[in-house]
């Protein structure tokens, strides 16, 4: 497997990093700051964890030093009170905290806005109550004394300098488990839920499921990162868990950049060394942290790290260098055989193929109603395998509802759809997305967070596997499977002639070729149905043309196209069959032909002419 730029770059900054904590501890003079650097590096494990949840999932939480708590109290009451060994409590306490991260999470993170902030605010207010007031096992106010250090073997670490290196071996590999993480299908699944939760459930990931999964795991980081912190000051204090350190450990993922580890890194020896720095500064010093802060957020609003970065990356690369591909280009090379130039009905016609009498999907009676509104009343139709069928109708006449009932997005109050001889009524988008079908959006919906390769990643999510552990560890079957996908992203880019602009932000690109871009995400997993909602719309003439070339030539690949599309010379030109909707309910059916000579179709659709 090829490792790519942002590979490279992770690995030159571990190994600057690991020489960087080698070296640290022997450039010290004082001994006071070797405590000042365990305590980043406790904070850094919670922070990467945070910065995964915040920065990729995109889920605030203000619960974290309740979850750091529950590690370091765990850890304590289990070494001093019932002997365990300190590894074990370490672990049984990252069990104790990701179940009760599970049970919080489970609920909450299914609800949007700012649910996940109050409830977890709510659950680090209850959890610093409950450790003040049960003093008999957490000790209440005054603390808990005389947690046993960790050893291996006959060696403790109960020195600073031993602590150093336990504690920053732990923080490098949760940065390494957290950088492979953000780089894996997991972290490209993360980001595009961040940027848009649907668009990411209709290309296959399980959007609710990765964002229990990523409070869980960050959760697990907070624990390991409190039992850490336990046992190497062997007293724990409900003050260090509060809510204001929630609050902090928020404020160092947004200032060292939210969707950067490194920034996570940044953020949390900035802040947490800043006290330290500022303290001959005695009464002014708050007054000067709140001013760095502003400056830095006023400066690099994206965070430090990742601000510093895209700066950088401003001066170093010639402006405008970008070399756009027109549209003229793409018409002309010698590998796309469209319809440049040709009037689409001639064109077309004669490269249109069988389509076999194999039903792909069968629509059975479906309504769906919102309010008032019929949006889809008793609908009942076929696509036949290997066709192109077009569904057709005024504004409003229900066809980008009834994509939405075939994919999942809303449920049919009547009806069954059924597709490859499955019933996929109820299922979600993710779940009907792994059975072979895909979609573009009338309104474009590219995870604009994230490169267009990344983007067409996203689209093979659903065929493939590399979850959560194999994401973090990167065993060789990871990178098989991530080559793979890889390949076909890019062959799927090449498809769409934006092959040279794989590794450019999404958001850069025009809105044609993000229009492209949307088909090439949804072939990408090789579907055996595309559901291909408006794709010319608002496009040009030679650019629908291309389009409808390249619609062809989907078909010809071997899938099924279901097409939403308000381009009457388009519709007729390709398709195989048209049904034409009118207020919720089909009013024709047939091949293109016997649709141009349908008199409900004329008077009632076009009120005349097609
Ligand atoms: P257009 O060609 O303009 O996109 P359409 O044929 O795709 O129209 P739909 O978007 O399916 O039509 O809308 C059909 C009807 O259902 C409209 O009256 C619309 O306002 C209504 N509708 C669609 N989605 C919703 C929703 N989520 N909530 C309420 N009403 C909706």
Redesign the pocket.
Known sequence: MRIGLSGVKSLLGLAILAVFIVLFPLALSNPYYLNVANIIGINTIIVVGLTLLIGYAGQVSLGHAAFYGIGAYTSAILTVTYGFNPWLALVLAALVTSSIAFIIGTPTLKLHGHYLVMATLGFNLIANIIIVQCDSVTGGPSGFPGVPPLAIGSWVFDSDIKMYCLIWSMAFIGIVLGLNLSMSRVGRGLRALHSGESAANCMGVPASKYKVKMFVLSAVFASVAGSLYAHYLSFVSPKTFDIFFSVELVTMVIVGGMGSIWGGLFGSAFLTSLPHLLSSLDEYKDIFYGFILVVILIFTPEGFIPGILQKLDFYLKEKGQRNKKRLDDFLDEPGFNGVAGIPLADSCSSKRLEASNDIILGINNISKS??G?A?ASSLTFDVQKGSITSLI??????????INLIYGVYKPNLGTIIFRNNRINGLYPYQIAAMGMARTF?NLQIFDNITVLENVMVGAHAISHNEFFVSMLHPPSYWKEEKLIREKALEALSFFGLEKEADLPACQLSFGEQKRLEMARAIVSEPELILLD?PVAGLNRAESITIAGLIMKIRSRGTTVLL?E?DINVVMSISDKVVV?NY?TMIAEGTPIQIQKNELVLSAYLGGSL
């Open positions: 919102f309010g509104i949006a109708g005024p504004n409003g006449a229900g066809k980008t509802t009834t009338q408006e939403v308000h909707l919720g």
